[in-house]
């Protein structure tokens, strides 16, 4: 019994000559140090956010609610700015109108486009990395001005798609300036920049076992059996991800509307996208706190549509096992 507690006495007499808690005030020091010089490497990241994001964001919510011409000082004027905008303002509803048909059009479109693309990619083609890259490039130069000017020159009334078009005795009109077709050959720019979306549909088809398809042709299931109760399901959350964010980029589209239409919005606003409108307030006529009340609503349609997706999402993603 005496060396049980001889040993007892030895194991805890090591605890006993520790002074308690040695070692935490110098960790406690380092661990603030640390802390300091952490945010003095952020302080600059959280003063760009406050000065040139949260500061404006703010700024631009107070002159919406103005009368501000940016000249003079601003005159507080209520709602008066929301309730014009759909009660005396015709052409801020046209401008609505014809984004939401630009939207509605050319997401599908470019989407289903996308996907076609990489599921004739995902078949195994020699030099993939190749035509991936080419592929992406619209997506990189399709918002750019020059890229709106070449689209302007091709479907112009002596353009490349009338000098086609001739080759087989039609005389095809002036597509970008004809009501009737300039918003058609918009929605045909933003479905031709769908490298983004194909880059991003062709990662998730990789990701699906090809013993699902194995699986699927043993018990006879054909191609379109195949992509309709594998591919499609197994790619609902790429589709979901792809479809949020073209949707959002969509109602930002600015620069094509104003190098096709020359910053009118014309034919006879048929081009006039809520930007392009939004731009034209705010720095031809000087009317800021419209503008901005206008910018307000834009980020509340977005918002408002974001929101409708992810409730949606539940009856029609797949994530795993479950929907």
Request: aromatic content about 14%.
């Amino acid at each position: 019994m005496s060396s049980v507690m001889a040993d007892s006495v030895a194991v805890r007499l090591p605890d006993a000559a520790t002074p308690p808690e040695r070692g935490e005030p110098r960790a406690s020091r380092r661990s603030r140090r640390e802390a300091r010089a952490a945010y003095l490497f952020l302080a600059p990241w959280f003063a760009g956010l406050l000065v040139i994001t949260i500061g404006p964001i703010v700024a631009s919510l107070y002159l919406s609610f103005t009368d501000y011409n940016l000249l003079e000082e601003a005159t507080w004027v209520g709602f008066d700015n929301y309730v014009k905008m759909f009660t005396e303002d015709p052409r801020y509803l046209n401008s609505l109108k014809v984004t939401t048909i630009y939207v509605v059009v050319s997401v599908p479109l470019q989407l289903a486009f996308a996907l076609a693309l990489a599921l004739v990619l995902d078949r195994g083609l020699r030099g993939l990395s190749l035509y991936r890259s080419i592929f992406y490039l619209p997506s990189l130069l399709g918002g750019s001005v020059a890229i709106a000017i070449l689209w302007r020159k091709v479907f112009g009334a002596e353009g490349l798609v009338n000098a086609v078009l001739a080759v087989f005795g039609i005389e095809g009109p002036g597509w970008v300036s004809d009501p009737d077709t300039a918003l058609g050959t918009l929605i045909i720019l933003h479905v031709w920049t769908f490298g983004a979306p194909m880059i991003i549909f062709l990662a998730g088809l990789r990701q699906i076992p090809a013993s699902y398809y194995e699986a699927a042709a043993v018990d006879g299931a054909g191609v379109f059996r195949q992509f309709r109760s594998i591919t499609l399901p197994l790619l609902t959350p790429i589709i979901f991800f792809n479809l949020v964010l073209e949707i959002i980029k969509s109602f930002q589209s600015f620069t094509q509307s104003f190098i096709v239409s020359g910053g009118s919005g014309g034919p006879a606003d048929s081009t006039m996208f809520n930007t392009l409108y939004l731009y034209l307030k705010g720095f031809k006529s000087f009317d800021m706190g419209y503008a901005a009340a206008m910018a307000w609503v834009l980020l509340l349609i977005i918002a408002g549509l974001t929101g409708v997706n992810f409730l949606a999402s539940k009856y029609w993603v797949f994530y795993g096992d479950t929907k």
